[in-house]
């Protein structure tokens, strides 16, 4: 049974950061790729990074590139999200996706293995 289980949400100041954690159960890392998908209230699910076993990593929102990076640790079957400079617009609940492929999409869609999401809210 798959199961990935996210944490580290929060709270935090603009301009701040949270580091987001996903653990994973029954999914490979090794052979699977894995990312992080966002919803915000009112709005439809958005990709935002992806990494593959072969750690290449696919940005999927450009208004994060030079703020959040995603790494994987396989020995901890850890993913991780760092979000740096953290915005009001990025407030969310960020969820852990896994594909059953060896690669990242190129839509940001197409996962088939969901977290249960974690709250970031990024307020004053």
């Known amino acids: 049974q798959v199961q990935l289980v996210e944490s580290g949400g929060g709270l935090v100041q603009p301009g701040g950061s949270l580091r987001l954690s996903c653990v994973v159960s029954?999914?490979?890392?090794?052979?699977?790729?894995i990312g992080w998908v966002r919803q915000a209230p009112g709005k439809e699910r958005e990709g935002v990074l992806c990494?593959?076993?072969?750690?290449?990593?696919?940005y999927y929102e450009d208004s994060v590139k030079g703020r959040f990076t995603i790494s994987r640790d396989n020995a901890k079957n850890t993913v991780y999200l760092q979000m740096n400079s953290l915005k009001p617009e990025d407030a969310a609940v960020y969820y852990c996706?896994?594909?059953?492929?060896?690669?990242?999409?190129?839509?940001?869609?197409?996962?088939?293995?969901w977290g249960q999401g974690t709250q970031v809210t990024v307020s004053p």
């Open positions: 996706a896994g594909s059953a492929s060896n690669r990242c999409s190129v839509s940001g869609h197409g996962f088939s293995a």
């Open positions: 029954g999914f490979s890392m090794q052979y699977n790729a």
């Open positions: 990494i593959s076993p072969t750690d290449e990593t696919t």
